[in-house]
């Protein structure tokens, strides 16, 4: 399974912006894709996830109301609409993404990753 993300960059805060991760090599409908992010000198947190299987939906406390996670199945993408972000959004943000239903909600969970993209909220 490969995962390419897109998107992110430095924008001010209360700003918005989208990433967008591509995935391959599976079978699309059989994976849980999640976003996880990690600031400088912090642990990975798990920010979102779905499973499109079941449709549901997982959003970390810290962005409930804010981030929105959707797919696209024509496109085999999941994307990440970020809103109001704050400057303790800012971190490197990883899709990821693992076999089966089970909607994942820890960074823990996760056995395939995209390579990062970052997200500057000043």
């Known amino acids: 399974v490969q995962l390419v993300e897109s998107g992110g960059g430095s924008v001010q805060a209360g700003g918005s912006l989208r990433l967008s991760c591509a995935s391959s090599?599976?079978?699309?409908?059989?994976?849980?894709m999640g976003w996880v992010r990690q600031a400088p000198g912090k642990e990975r947190e798990g920010v979102a996830a779905?499973?499109?299987?079941?449709?549901?939906?997982y959003y970390g406390d810290s962005v409930k109301g804010r981030f929105t996670i959707s797919q696209d199945n024509a496109k085999n993408t999941v994307s990440l609409e970020m809103n109001s972000l704050k400057p303790e959004d800012t971190a490197t943000y990883y899709c990821?993404?693992?076999?089966?239903?089970?909607?994942?909600?820890?960074?823990?969970?996760?056995?395939?990753w995209g390579q990062g993209t970052q997200v500057t909220v000043s």
């Open positions: 990821a993404a693992r076999e089966g239903p089970t909607l994942r909600t820890r960074s823990t969970d996760y056995n395939y």
């Open positions: 090599g599976s079978i699309y409908g059989t994976l849980c």
């Open positions: 779905i499973s499109p299987a079941s449709g549901r939906r």
